[in-house]
């Protein structure tokens, strides 16, 4: 099947219509995505959300929910899904939602599939060269998507997040064996430098 025949994809609002100015009487403050907050490995990188402060409320097809799949329509076409800590965040026009509206398909597996080198190839065939590369809502709208069983789909589903969660602690303890390490090194180079000078007194 095709995936607009199992999910309701929406593109994200143009948020600078949303913008409060100082004259607005009604401001809302609201966490909003931005390219970077996405990591290509596909989870959100939660210290890069920035504030976007709205002149109202923003309808709830522009705020994620839990279950949606939020996709860059820019290169590398990163999907992720949200859990229930990412609720009520607002999508700009730079990405898609994807809202499962089937029960034949389970967001989890959609997760996987959607980050897939294959689909990102797809996808890729569906460039809008005057875009600056970006790809049109309706490319994933018309992607042929196999609907396996929903036990075989939960199982790729669970693993891949599993996979995810320990990809993202390894890449974390990297970062901080990185930050001890050179730490260390600036320790040592700091005493010889002051070993030097007492030399030379």
């Known amino acids: 099947m095709r995936l607009g ?17 100082p004259l607005d009487k009604v401001c809302i403050r609201y966490r909003i ?10 989870y959100i990188e939660d ?3 920035e504030e976007f402060v709205a002149n109202g409320s923003i309808k709830e097809k522009y705020l ?21 800590i990412h609720k009520g965040i607002v999508v ?4 898609i939602v994807i809202r ?39 490319s994933y709208a018309s992607l042929y998507v196999e609907c396996i069983t929903l036990a075989e789909q939960e199982k790729i589903g669970e693993l891949y997040k599993l996979a995810q969660r320990e990809l993202r602690l390894l890449e974390r303890l990297k970062e ?13 180079q700091k005493e010889m430098r002051q070993r030097n000078e007492d030399n030379k007194k």
Request: no cysteine.
């Open 92 to 95: 700009p026009s730079h990405f």
């Open 47 to 49: 210290n890069l959300l």
């Open 100 to 138: 499962v509206k089937s029960g034949k398909i389970l967001p989890e597996y959609l997760y996987w599939l959607l980050n897939t080198e294959k689909v990102r190839q797809d996808i890729w065939q569906n460039i809008n060269s005057t875009t600056m590369g970006t790809v049109k809502p309706m």
């Open 64 to 84: 994620t929910q839990e279950g949606d799949l939020v996709v860059r329509l820019t290169t590398p076409f990163t999907a992720v899904l949200i859990d229930r």
């Open 5 to 21: 025949e199992l999910a309701v994809i929406n593109t994200g609002i143009v948020a600078a219509r949303r913008q409060a100015s």
């Open 176 to 188: 901080q064996k990185e930050l001890y390490y050179r730490e260390a090194i600036d320790r040592i």
């Open 33 to 42: 995505l931005n390219l970077k907050a996405i990591n290509e490995k596909g």
